[in-house]
């Protein structure tokens, strides 16, 4: 008996360890590139000014990419003979890997930026300019081929005016559906979803206990798993999965997907309709949810709008920052 | 079996510290700071003072909350909401505006307010940058201030709410940080001060309104959408301009997101203008959805009555001449 306290504790302790190494595991590397001569003091071609070792963040003039702080007081740098004004470009490029010719959506603080079409072997590069130096918001998501989406992956950005940041290393988390909405106890139920090609797919089962299974996904990124309903009880569970290739690139978890273990099998439709947040039933949860949801903030609803709130939103019969919290949940952009 | 009992002796107690620890560590509470370059001002100076958000390992997507201050103490000089990490404002930080209550009207003379909510689409677990290793706290707002008389006092932030990034509106673990401030009757040098402010040079960035419509709001009249981000002084307001010709006009009207437009047919150019604290301005156009029939333009009827009146005059002309 003693030995089995020792054993759960032990078990709990690992199973801890291992949920804090999946939220550490998942990292990007974050370069910025800025012109060579930058930071020797002397103002050359392609810098605005340039402060040597007093290069820096606000309150100093110059930028470390040696571009003029917006914040920043006192114009140093040598007065313009001649050249008329210098154009530096601020951008940040996000590459790393989503799913095969699968469509990537870059959001800029909530608003979509830009798209690209990751290649054949699911490697994407998208990038946005025209930035100023500041605080920024991106998002990253993908579509698979059927149209599920993946949960959005999101990096707060110190963007540095003049430079070029790079953030490399992003694994947009796989999708994940279900093939029965639910399932008679004792028959498979098939999880499934799109990723990488070649990852380790890890899923995981959430019920009482957590179940973990294995597989690989084919050169399309494609994967799948049958589950045996016996190992759970009757009731809801839920599935998530994430990808690596590896040991080095790591995904986060996908969003998490629900099923029933009952007495008989319903067949599921693929999880690409977005329903919580989206108050225009127009597919995406952006701005113009956000302003009708705004609208009633702090008003008594109408009868009309009260049967969205409930089946859209936190159903309180209100608009308040909860609402708003489950809207910016399911942003899309 | 004696020994097994002492390893369990050992072990168990270890493995409950740790789990104990590991459990403190994680949940650690987001935090919201008030902080400033100093505690001590002199009478008559500008001083700035940011409200922080450290998430410290959760993902936060909306806050809200009230800054109150001694107005006997301060002046509130400016709030800049510039560089957030806010996205979307459900109430951008204002000042609470003097209520017809004599009980509230006479608490409002002492002490100044400002509300503020907001959300972080996609969620919020700290600011990364290649200058350092890992995530630091982001800037909700600033509030600049002016110090009026000697004493001391403290910024505070009541009723603060912060939700979890967790699809459900869960309220996180939050710990509050106040700031305390003494005001002396000779100036102090500020640390790294930034006043006078420094010029703001760039525009808004460019941004997209959209045009929607839903029975649910107006009566089901189309409306637009609009947010500009300015990452320097920070957006002041809107202005607006609805037109059938395709030139910008010079009349514009100060608008806010979401404005009901006035053609609702959907046939004239919006001109959305952008305007930061500094004067900066940023104009984004939508096209009109219908085109315009030539016959719904006053210029094409003034020049067919005007060719009309001529063709009528020649023909005069022509039939006196026979």
């Not at chain 1, 994407?124 to 149209?147: A, M, P, R, T, W």
């Not at chain 2, 958000?53 to 510039?82: H, Q």
Request: proline share 3%; aromatic share 10%; charged share 20%.
């Amino acid at each position: 008996m003693k030995k089995q306290e020792v054993g759960f504790l032990f078990s709990v302790f690992v199973l801890f360890l291992f949920s804090n190494s999946i939220v550490f595991a998942v990292t990007v590397n974050i370069t910025a590139t800025v012109n060579p001569t930058c930071g020797n003091g002397v103002v050359e071609t392609g810098e605005q000014c340039d402060a040597g070792g007093s290069n820096g963040v606000c309150p100093a003039a110059c930028s470390v990419a040696c571009a003029a702080n917006s914040c920043g007081g006192g114009s140093s740098g040598g007065g313009g003979g001649g050249g008329g004004s210098v154009y530096i470009a601020t951008s940040v490029i996000f590459s790393g890997r989503a799913y095969p010719k699968s469509a990537v959506t870059l959001l800029k603080d909530a608003q979509i930026a830009a798209t690209a079409i990751a290649g054949a072997d699911a490697n994407f590069q998208v990038s946005v300019s025209g930035l100023l130096g500041g605080n920024y918001i991106f998002s990253l998501y993908s579509e698979d081929k059927k149209g599920v989406r993946s949960s959005l992956l999101t990096f707060p950005v110190s963007v540095t005016s003049g430079a070029t940041t790079n953030v490399s290393g992003v694994f947009i988390s796989p999708t994940i559906a279900v093939d029965k909405s639910e399932v008679k106890r004792g028959d498979d139920i098939a999880i499934f979803g799109q990723s990488a090609p070649q990852s380790d797919i890890v899923i995981s089962v959430n019920s009482e206990e957590e179940f973990f299974g294995k597989t690989i996904s084919d050169k399309d990124g494609i994967y799948l798993y049958n589950f045996d309903s016996s190992f759970v009880d009757y009731g809801t569970h839920y599935a998530k999965s994430k990808a690596s290739i590896g040991n080095q690139a790591v995904s986060s978890f996908s969003s998490v997907i629900s099923f029933k273990v009952g007495t008989k099998n319903i067949f599921a439709q693929l999880p690409n309709k977005i329903e919580k947040g989206d108050l225009n039933s127009d597919g995406r949860v952006n701005l113009v949810d956000f302003s009708i949801a705004a609208y009633w903030h702090k008003r008594p609803l109408s009868t009309t709008f009260k049967p969205t709130e409930i089946e859209r939103l936190n159903g309180d019969g209100k608009i308040d920052l909860i609402d708003f919290s489950i809207m910016a949940f399911y942003w899309t952009g | 079996m004696k020994i097994e009992n002492y390893k369990l002796k050992i072990i168990t107690p270890v493995l409950v510290s740790c789990l104990l620890w590991l459990v403190a560590f994680s949940s650690q509470a987001a935090q919201l700071h008030l902080t400033s370059q100093t505690r001590e001002i002199g009478v008559g100076q500008q001083f700035q003072v940011d409200l922080m958000l450290d998430a410290e390992g959760e993902s936060i997507n909306a806050i809200e909350g009230k800054i109150t201050f001694s107005k006997e103490l301060l002046e509130i000089k400016e709030i800049s909401d510039g560089d957030s990490i806010i996205n979307l404002w459900v109430e951008r930080p204002h000042q609470r505006q003097a209520t017809s209550d004599k009980r509230q009207a006479t608490s409002d003379k002492r002490q100044g307010e400002i509300i503020f909510s907001g959300i972080i689409p996609t969620g919020f677990a700290g600011v990364l940058s290649p200058y350092y290793e890992g995530e630091r706290p982001g800037k909700i707002f600033s509030l600049i201030f002016t110090s009026k008389s000697e004493g001391e006092g403290t910024v505070n932030l009541e009723n603060g709410k912060v939700l979890l990034h967790d699809g459900l509106g869960t309220p996180a673990k939050l710990g509050i940080l106040n700031f305390e401030f003494r005001i002396l009757k000779r100036e102090v040098r500020i640390p790294d001060s930034r006043f006078p402010i420094p010029e703001d040079k760039d525009s808004p960035e460019d941004f997209k309104p959209e045009i929607a419509s839903n029975q649910n709001v107006f009566e089901g009249k189309y409306f637009l959408v609009f947010a500009a981000q300015d990452k320097g002084s920070g957006i002041d307001h809107y202005e607006i301009q609805e037109t059938r010709n395709k030139r910008q006009g010079k009349k514009w009207i100060e608008a806010e997101s979401t404005y009901v437009l006035k053609d609702q047919k959907l046939k004239s150019y919006i001109y959305v203008k952008a305007v930061d604290k500094a004067g900066n301005e940023r104009i984004a156009v939508v096209e009109p959805r219908y085109l315009i029939r030539w016959y719904e333009f006053p210029l094409a009827w003034i020049i067919i009555v005007i060719a009309g009146i001529i063709a009528y005059l020649i023909w005069r002309k022509l039939k006196n001449k026979r």
